[in-house]
C-alpha cells in the first residue's frame, strides 16, 4: 500500500478491496438503439501524492485522489455515474522529466503500483495508462513492458515534449519500438508551452497558456511524429492524442500543401501524405461543439475518436450528450466513439 495516511494518501486506503464502494446515487445507464452501451472516458487525471512527493511536489487539487481522505472516490464515481461513464482510463500528466535515472525508476515503480492497485480495487470502473520515464528512453521501454505485464495496465500516458525534445528525436525510438511491438496504445498530453511562457507572447488574460498553449503543443507534438518520419519507421503505433488533437486535424490539408508548395524546403520524404497518418492516429473527442466534432470525425473518421472528459478539470460534464447530439453521426459511430473503439484500444471486455 501507497498510504501514507497524512494527506499524502494514494489510490487505496487499507482496507479489503471489497470495501471500496462500487457505486454512488443514481448510475446513468447509456443507451443507444435500444442497446446499453458501456462509455469509457480516456482522458481522466489523477494523482499519487507519495510520489509526488519524491519530486517535492504537492497535488494541484485534492479532486485528482481516488480515495480518501474526504471520499475523493466516491466523489469520482458519483460523477462518472451521473455523467454516464462506465469506465475511466487513468493517467498522470508527466512532472517526473527532470528526474534522474535512480529517482525517475523508483517513481514510476511506485506510481504504476498505485495505479494498478487503484484499477484492481474498482475493476469495473478503471483501467490506467502506465507512467514512463520518457527523458530515460531505455528505462520507459521498460516500464511500459512492465506496466502492460505485470501491473495490468492499458499503454502509456505521455507529454508532448520532454524537457524541450519532440517525441520524434531519435533518442525516443527504443519507447516507440516497444509501444508498437506490444500494440500498446500511447495516450499523449500536452506539457505546455513553455518555450513561449518565457516570453510575453501567453501573458495577459484568457489563461493563453492552457487555452490555446496546450493545444499548440499537441500540434506540434504530432506534426513532428509525421514529419520527421516517426510514423513511418513505427507503422503499427497506436497513439491517441488529447484535446481532439489540437489544432491539426482541423487544418490537417495545409500539411499536405506543403510538400507541393514548397518541396525544396522540405528536408525528408514520407511515404504518405500527412493527413493520412492524421487519419491514422486516435483522439479524443474534447471539443466542445457538435459542429466541432462532426468537422473532426470528417477529418480523421468517426472511428478515430474515443470519448474524453478531462475529468476532475471541469471542462466538461457532458461528454457522453456531446456525442449523443453531434449531427450527422449514424447510431454505430456514436457507439464507437462513446466506448466501442477504447474498449477495442484499452482490452476493455464490453
Ligand atoms: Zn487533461
Partial sequence: MSDSGQGGVAFVGCGPTGAQPQTTGRRREVVVSGRRVKTVDVHAHCGV???????????????????????????????????????????????????????????????????????????ERFVAFASVALQHPDLAAEQLEEGVKRY?????????????????????????????????????HPQGTAELEGTSRLKGNGVLTNTIGNPLETTIALSHLIFEGTLDRFPGLKICAAHGGGYLPSYGARSDAILTTFPDRCTGTLKRKPTEYIRQLYYDSIVFTGEAL?????????????????????????????????????????????????????????
Fill in 152 to 188: 495490468g495496465l492499458r499503454g502509456a500516458a505521455i507529454g508532448g515534449s520532454v524537457e524541450g525534445a519532440e517525441l520524434s528525436d531519435p533518442r525516443f525510438h527504443p519507447f516507440w519500438a516497444k509501444a508498437e511491438s506490444l500494440g500498446a496504445l500511447v495516450f499523449i
Fill in 294 to 350: 462532426r468537422h473532426l470525425a470528417a477529418e480523421v473518421g468517426s472511428d478515430h475518436i474515443v470519448m474524453g472528459t478531462d475529468y476532475p478539470y471541469p471542462w466538461t460534464s457532458t461528454s457522453v450528450d456531446h456525442i449523443l447530439a453531434t449531427p450527422e453521426l449514424s447510431d454505430a459511430e456514436r457507439v464507437a466513439m462513446l466506448g466501442g473503439t477504447a474498449a477495442t484500444l484499452l482490452g476493455i471486455k464490453s
Fill in 49 to 123: 501524492p507519495a510520489a509526488m512527493a519524491l519530486m517535492g511536489l504537492k497535488l494541484p487539487t485534492e479532486a485528482l485522489l481516488m480515495s480518501r481522505p474526504g471520499d475523493r472516490l466516491r466523489a469520482r464515481l458519483l460523477a462518472m455515474d451521473e455523467q454516464g461513464i462506465d469506465v475511466e482510463a487513468l493517467s498522470i500528466n508527466p512532472y517526473w522529466y527532470q528526474a534522474e535515472r535512480d529517482l525517475a525508476r523508483e517513481l514510476i515503480r511506485l506510481q504504476n503500483e498505485a495505479l494498478a492497485e487503484a484499477c484492481a480495487a474498482n475493476p
